[in-house]
């Protein structure tokens, strides 16, 4: 891209899209104007503004933009001023803030190394939400409204207490990988759904491991349903 082309983009008002420019692989841009927009949540809707605003009084900080979204990152990031992922990781909560339920178009949450034991709220309502991470918590059970998120394609709970799924886990018909490492687990976790081809979990020598699972490395167990020779209990 040339030179004048570069100073032209970077002057355009909106252009939160993800590899819009050729040396952005993995960043989401933002112009001058949405930047200075960002420090009064001026940049999305009266609804994500008021649910940013309220986080920020419970954090006792600003959730910034992200210009690109990690699992160890805190603050936010932002398209057709909506906000799609948020971060909070390392914020002490003990509980999840209701101001997250209201941002309506979220795809991406997470929420870990936090003091999680529980979750009170009905995450169903973010009909939108693809990945959660909810990992390095004290989370002894998950609810049952879990089930209800249809769009859910990775979850996260490893390193918290668990030692059960909810049966409504077996109509989360888009999730694809799941990660339930370190837990407390004494056998193998049912309710899983058909949908599910990646799994972590940590295996004890008394948990059996049925068809059509099989080991792959010594945590990771994966679905094999391509070969047939392959669903064997190894």
């Known amino acids: 891209m040339k030179l004048k082309d570069q100073k032209a983009y970077n002057t355009k008002i909106t252009h939160h899209v993800l590899k819009t420019r050729p040396w952005d692989d993995v960043c989401y841009v933002y112009c001058r104007r949405c930047l200075k927009k960002a420090r009064t949540y001026n940049h999305v809707s009266k609804e994500d503004k008021l649910a940013l605003t309220l986080l920020e009084n419970i954090l006792g900080e ?26 909070l990781n390392k914020c002490n909560l003990s509980h999840i803030p209701k101001p997250v339920l209201w941002l ?28 959660l991470h909810l990992c390095l918590n004290k989370l002894h059970t998950l609810p049952e409204s ?6 859910l394609q990775k979850l996260c709970v490893a390193e918290n207490a668990l030692y059960e799924l ?12 799941l990660d339930l490492l370190y837990n407390q687990f004494t056998e193998f976790p049912s309710h899983l759904p058909q949908s599910l081809t990646s799994l972590k979990f940590h295996t004890r020598p008394f948990i059996k491991i049925p068809l059509p ?7 990771l167990i994966k679905k094999e349903m391509s070969n ?3 669903m064997v209990d190894k």
Do not use: E
């Open 104 to 131: 309506s178009s979220l795809k991406q949450l997470t929420l870990s190394q936090n003091h999680l034991t529980s979750i009170s709220v009905d995450l169903s309502v973010l009909q939108d939400l693809t990945k």
């Open 213 to 219: 699972w099989r080991r792959s490395n010594y945590f």
């Open 146 to 151: 879990m089930g209800k998120l249809a769009a």
């Open 166 to 177: 909810p049966s409504s886990f077996q109509f989360l018909t888009s999730l694809v990988k």
């Open 62 to 87: 600003p959730v910034p933009l992200l210009y690109y979204f990690d699992y160890r990152q805190f603050g936010h990031i932002v398209k057709d001023k909506h906000v799609i992922s948020l971060a």
């Open 228 to 230: 047939k020779s392959d």
